[in-house]
C-alpha cells in the first residue's frame, strides 16, 4: 500500500483536489505513452462548500475540546488559495524512521540492520508507546495521522472530518523532535536533507537508508507546515 504526506487544507484534501507524486507519475507516463492525445480532465469536481463547511464545523468542535491546552485557536487557511504540498514516502521508510527515533530513546536494545517485517510490533517501539513512558519523540512514535499547525507538547485520539478515529498531534512540535532526532543521530545539515529529499534510494535500501530518507522527506514537509500554518496527514 503506497503512503504518501500532504500538508495544505483539509477541504482541498477531501475534496480530492491534490495529487500523489505517484498518481503524478502516472497520469505523466500515460500522457507521455498516448503521444497526440489531450492530459485527463482530472478528479471530477465536488461540492467544495459542503466539504469546507464540514471542516470548519470540525475544527471549532476541537478548538471547544483543546481550548485549555491552547495559547490560541485553532486556525489555518481552509480556503481555495491556501497552497499545498505533497511527497511520497511508503510504509518502509516511514517505519523506518518511525523505529529509528523508538531506538534512538531505547539504547539499551541494538538498532535491527534490516527493517523488520511487523515493525509496528518491535520491541523499541513497544517500550516507547509504553504507559508512563515519555517519548522523546512521541509525535512520530504514537501512530499519528494527522498533525495540526498550532503547538501541543502531547498526541490525542480524536475523530477526523471522516468520522475515523484517529491520534492527532502537532507539526510544530513534530518539526522540534525531528531536529532532535536529527541532531542525536546523523547530524544532516539543510543542504544535505533537501538533496535527499529529491532523491530516492536505489535498490534494497538498509534501514538506516530508508530512516535517513524519511527524515528528509518528512521534515522537509513539516517545515512546510509550519511555515505556512497547515495541517498534514498521513495519505494512504
Known amino acids: 500500500m503506497a503512503l504518501n504526506v500532504y500538508v495544505g487544507s483539509l ?138 499547525p498550532t503547538t501541543l507538547d502531547f498526541t490525542f485520539e480524536a475523530e477526523d472530518v471522516d468520522g475515523r478515529r484517529v491520534i492527532v498531534g502537532s507539526s510544530t512540535t513534530l518539526r522540534c523532535q525531528l531536529a532532535e532526532l536529527n541532531a542525536a543521530t546523523w547530524k544532516m545539515d539543510e543542504d544535505e536533507m533537501s538533496a535527499l529529499a529529491r532523491g530516492r534510494p536505489e535498490g534494497d535500501p538498509s534501514f538506516e537508508v530508508s530512516a535517513r530518507q524519511a527524515m528528509a522527506v518528512l521534515s522537509g514537509l513539516a517545515g512546510q507546515a509550519v511555515k505556512h500554518r497547515l495541517p498534514m496527514k498521513l495519505d494512504y
Open 11 to 148: 477541504t482541498r484534501y477531501y475534496a480530492g483536489g491534490w495529487e500523489s507524486v505517484t498518481d503524478r507519475t502516472g497520469r505523466e507516463r500515460r500522457w507521455k505513452a498516448e503521444a497526440g492525445q489531450p492530459r485527463a480532465a482530472g478528479v471530477p469536481k465536488k461540492d467544495h462548500e459542503r466539504i469546507q463547511a464540514s471542516v470548519l464545523t470540525w475544527r471549532r468542535t476541537l478548538d471547544s475540546a483543546l481550548a485549555p491546552h491552547l495559547t490560541e485557536p485553532l486556525s489555518w487557511n481552509e480556503s481555495p488559495e491556501a497552497p499545498w504540498f505533497t511527497d511520497w514516502m511508503g510504509w518502509d521508510g516511514f517505519g523506518s524512521l518511525v523505529l529509528w527515533a523508538a531506538y534512538a530513546e531505547q539504547p539499551t536494545l541494538s538498532r535491527p540492520a534490516v527493517l523488520p517485517r511487523d515493525w509496528d510490533d518491535d520491541a523499541a517501539l513497544v517500550r516507547s508507546n509504553a504507559d508512563g513512558f515519555h517519548s522523546r519523540f512521541s509525535h512520530l512514535v504514537r501512530n499519528v495521522e494527522l498533525w495540526l
